[in-house]
Nanobody, 124 residues
């Protein structure tokens, strides 16, 4: 299983970015794709998740109302639309796959496969 993120970059506060996560090698129909982020000196934070079988989602409070997760199951690609970005959103963003998703979770312990990460920088 491989995951490849793209779409990171630099924006000013209040701007938007859309991250993509291209997934390959998954043969199951039921899986979950999670988005995580980690800023320097901070713990990794699970910010969103989407479950392929029913489209159920999860958002951390820190991004709820600003970020939207979606997926194209046929293309095995997940997206994270990030609006109203603030300097505190700056981090390396990772996507990850949970192949036995009882539910959609922001807990990184459930995710076995990870992408390499993409940098998001937000200037004030």
């Amino acid at each position: 299983v491989q995951l490849v993120e793209s779409g990171g970059g630099s924006v000013q506060a209040g701007g938007s970015l859309r991250l993509s996560c291209a997934v390959s090698g998954i043969t199951y129909d039921d899986y979950a794709i999670g988005w995580f982020r980690q800023a320097p000196g901070k713990e990794r934070e699970g910010i969103s998740c989407i479950k392929s079988s029913d489209g159920s989602t999860y958002y951390a409070e820190s991004v709820k109302g600003r970020f939207t997760i979606s997926s194209d199951n046929a293309q095995r690609t997940a997206y994270l639309q990030m609006n109203s970005l603030q300097p505190e959103d700056a981090a390396v963003y990772y996507c990850a796959a949970d192949l036995i998703p009882a539910s959609c979770s922001g807990n990184s312990d459930y995710y076995w496969y990870w992408g390499q990460g993409t940098q998001v920088t937000v200037s004030s």
